[in-house]
């Protein structure tokens, strides 16, 4: 089992361009949750979604975040423009029905200029 | 609205030393709670868990963590570190009336020194 692929695994990008942040997760999975981390605030609850349909999003911070999940294997996290208070780990998890275990990916490190 | 509080942002200690990590959390009804741990450039993984039962819970590595309900207390607990212990410890608690919703603690750094 590879577990929670995520790509990038670094973005550097300027202040006002797109940014997409993409998520494999671990195949059978069911639920796909996506959190933030920054020194400031830990590690945030965005977004997560259960079959492919989001859940809960109260934790996404404003409308210029989005995310979706075409299917079972796939999901993104965009954020459309990019501010330098974005910079943050981004991660992405999964789990299996009602386990509470979630397994999490490596991470993308989002640095924005 | 669920949150939690560690004790210690960071914490030095030597080989052999004992360990106890604080988490407090602030929910009044039915928890899940859970230590995770991150190693340096690795992915946080599960270190232990408590849905219901024995408060007293033991995890990998040698972990274990203690629940008390009148406390609102979930701290970890280890009675020898060693250097390769060296990671960041994150507490997160999971409200059963809140669905899948985890709310983690900012997190300990616990450096070992060898």
């Known amino acids: 089992d590879a577990g929670v692929i995520q790509s990038p695994r670094h973005e550097v990008t300027e202040m006002g361009q797109e940014v997409t942040l993409r998520c494999k997760p671990i195949s059978g999975h069911d639920y796909l949750f996506w959190y933030r981390q920054t020194m400031m605030r830990g590690l945030e609850l965005l977004i997560y979604f259960n079959n492919n349909v989001p859940i809960d999003d109260s934790g996404m911070p404003e409308d210029r975040f989005s995310a979706k999940m075409p299917n079972a294997s796939f999901s993104t996290l965009k954020i459309q423009p990019s501010e330098p208070r974005d910079s943050a780990v981004y991660f992405c998890?999964?789990?299996?029905?009602?386990?509470?275990?979630?397994?999490f990916g490596p991470g993308t490190r989002l640095t924005v200029t | 609205a669920q949150s939690v509080s560690q004790h210690n942002h960071h914490v030095i200690l030597s080989e052999a030393a004992s360990l106890e990590l604080g988490c407090n959390y602030s929910y009044g009804g039915t928890v899940n709670l859970f230590w995770y741990v991150q190693y340096p450039g690795q992915h946080l993984q599960l270190l232990l868990k408590y849905f219901s039962g024995d408060p007293l819970v033991k995890g990998i590595k040698g972990f274990e963590a203690e629940f008390i309900k009148s406390k609102f207390s979930f701290n970890l607990r280890k009675p020898s570190v060693q250097w390769s212990d060296t990671a960041e410890y994150f507490c997160?608690?999971?409200?059963?009336?809140?669905?899948?919703?985890?709310?983690f603690g900012p997190g300990t750094r616990l450096s070992v020194l060898p």
């Open positions: 998890a999964s789990k299996l029905g009602t386990s509470y275990e979630q397994y």
């Open positions: 997160a608690v999971n409200a059963r009336n809140y669905g899948q919703n985890f709310v």
